[in-house]
């Protein structure tokens, strides 16, 4: 069983940064795709942004410019760094794992990100 494991949350002025790291248990370089996503009380979680195995990105639009995700295989961590963060960013953030295809078969815990303004 893969285990990917969150850290780096916490509580931030609106206009700062943070990142958020997430280890996997395995080899990143295994998973088709790695993202993160973000999750409100109550609420479906929502897709925040994607790496591919080759290097390939894809933010969602309400982040675009101001986070981005990346990898370090040596690691088999991958991060989410935030900027220019905003009130409503505040959320959980959850790490997933693509064995096969698009779809996450692995979730971490979570982290939880509160901005305050």
């Known amino acids: 069983q893969v285990r990917l494991v969150e850290s780096g949350g916490g509580s931030v002025q609106a206009g700062g940064s943070l990142t958020l790291s997430c280890a996997a248990s395995a080899s990143i370089g295994s998973f088709t795709l790695m993202g993160w996503y973000r999750q409100d009380p109550g609420k479906q979680r929502e897709l925040v942004a994607t790496?591919?195995?080759?290097?390939?990105?894809n933010n969602a639009n309400s982040v675009k410019g101001r986070f981005t995700i990346s990898r370090d295989n040596t690691k088999d961590t991958v991060y989410l760094q935030m900027s220019t963060l905003k009130p409503e960013n505040s959320a959980f953030y959850y790490c997933?794992?693509?064995?096969?295809?698009?779809?996450?078969?692995?979730w971490g815990r979570g982290t939880q990100v509160i901005v305050s303004s």
């Open positions: 997933s794992a693509a064995q096969w295809g698009r779809l996450p078969d692995y």
């Open positions: 790496i591919i195995r080759v290097g390939n990105t």
